[in-house]
């Protein structure tokens, strides 16, 4: 019987702070519309950086914690290989060619706003980009639909944020732990 | 000017330890900042620049060094990017530490199972908020219902579902 699955054992590539820098460059040149399919293929497939095992895991953490999940991922393999430094040149890797690109493009929209042509290009582009939302809204409660307990919380979310415009802060502080204790309620 | 930037350094401090389920969970909570408290832009204005964020590549989290420059120029990149992306990277980096611990632990699997109906609560609420603000004439609103329908239930590519939204937006039809 094998002791341990090959994917723990094998040994893989470890990057130094400056092949952190351009992975995740290219990464962040490279991914519209959603990183994380493409920093699966490029830290696993491609570079060989983390075994499928380490990635979901690391994954796991990075979903669990505030922040977007590829910019904590990032964070997370940087440190994991190359300490700060690492960590350092991975983020800002990921986010120096989406910045530039974003400020341009707002450079241009705040030159041109006030021409009609572009307030309308601006404005179709504002509805399909709130489109993608509520889409990923969908997918993300599509789970849920028989749950009770979830579409609750589900609502009580959407009221308190979108129709009362309560703060995030006691919301989050209110809702979260009421979630994890039906949740815990439910399982026992 | 420095009073603008520690405002914004708090506000996106506050937003970056807030972000439980990624980054559309606080839209809602960053639009009200900018909008309701500080009348910095309007809410079409923050629809626009969320709209550019997500026509850029990279991270969906791009809105945030878009909304600093709009308020401060390039320091207000440098002080939303930091204050955004520095609290919840430190908060990752300890977590890494504790994560081999509590790896196994039961609790784990019913804290994450507790989170999910709220993450998705948020991003519904995110959805509609910034619905609200970008789909108000009947062209608009026509473009985010058939881009929401396209992408629920197609493999569309979300890029090529924002140029078809900017084309249709082009002709000017239904927008005043």
Known sequence: MDAIPAAQTTKHVSPDVGELFTGFFVLGLTGFGGVLPLARHMMVEKRDWLSSAEFTDLLGLCQFLPGGNIINMSVAVGLKFRGIPGALASILGLIAVPTAVVIGLGVIYSQFANDPVVRHLFGGLAAAAAGLLISTAIKIAWPLRRDVLGLLIVTLGVLAIAVLRLPLLPTLLTLAPLSIFLRARQAS | MTATLVTLALIFAELSLLAFGGGNTILPEMQRQVVDIHHWMSAQEFGALFALAQAAPGPNMMVVPLVGWHVAGFSGVLVTSLAKFGPSS??????????ERFKDRPWRKTVQ???????AGLVTASAIVITHASASSWGTILIAAGVAIATTTTRIHPLLALAAGAVLGLTGIGQP
């Open chain 2, 90 to 99: 430190l908060v990752t980096g300890f977590a890494l530490q504790l994560w």
């Open chain 2, 113 to 119: 199972a507790g989170l999910v109906p709220v993450t």
